[in-house]
């Protein structure tokens, strides 16, 4: 057996940390939204620990900061690539970390889609539904946002830090390059 195939063959199975986590974050993702329709719909903002969270219903068709209004269908788009590319990649997923930050991106990704598609004012223009705020109500501090925005982010930022440490998709580390001596 090669050493590349050892390697395969005692590797744990990644693929299944990436696909449970990704469902977490989705199911998480769909639970609170339905909640926060149910509970929040129509209400004021509501505080929570002192003013620090501020729960109010939002339903945005943009992107985060409300940026691309009228683009729903582009970011819908964008989504589906991002879902197809990571579903892809996972074929070839031996790292924990990876496995993580990618399930992490794959299931807020596919939480915002599910909005996207089903919910008003129609399929792949949908608008997101929002509801977490921090700081003040309105998102006038921070943007509002949902457990799929934070999912994203959290997986977009520890996909920047394993890049940046050298680790790699089958859960080696990258060889630093080194300057020739005397130059």
């Not at 939480?111 to 705020?133: C, I, K, M, Q, Y």
Request: glycine letters at 10%; proline letters at 5%.
């Amino acid at each position: 057996m090669k050493p590349e195939e050892a390697a395969q063959a005692t590797a744990p199975p990644r693929v299944r940390v990436l696909a449970a986590l990704a469902a977490l974050v989705l199911a998480l993702d769909v639970v609170t939204k339905v909640v926060a329709v149910a509970q929040l719909e129509g209400r004021e903002p509501v505080a929570v620990l002192g003013g620090l969270v501020y729960l109010q219903l939002l339903r945005n068709p943009g992107a985060a900061f409300s940026l691309a209004t009228g683009y729903t269908w582009v970011l819908s788009i964008i989504m589906i690539a991002v879902i197809v590319v990571i579903v892809r990649v996972a074929r070839r997923l031996r790292s924990a970390g990876w496995a993580v930050a990618l399930g992490l991106v794959l299931g807020g990704a596919l939480g915002n889609l599910t909005d996207r598609l089903f919910r008003a004012p129609g399929p792949l223009e949908g608008h997101v539904v929002d509801f977490v705020s921090l700081f003040a109500p309105d998102g006038r501090i921070w943007p509002v946002f949902n457990v799929a925005d934070s999912s994203i982010v959290s997986g977009g930022i520890l996909l920047v830090l394993l890049a940046l440490t050298g680790r790699e998709l089958d859960g080696t580390r990258a060889a630093k390059k080194r300057e020739p001596a005397g130059e």
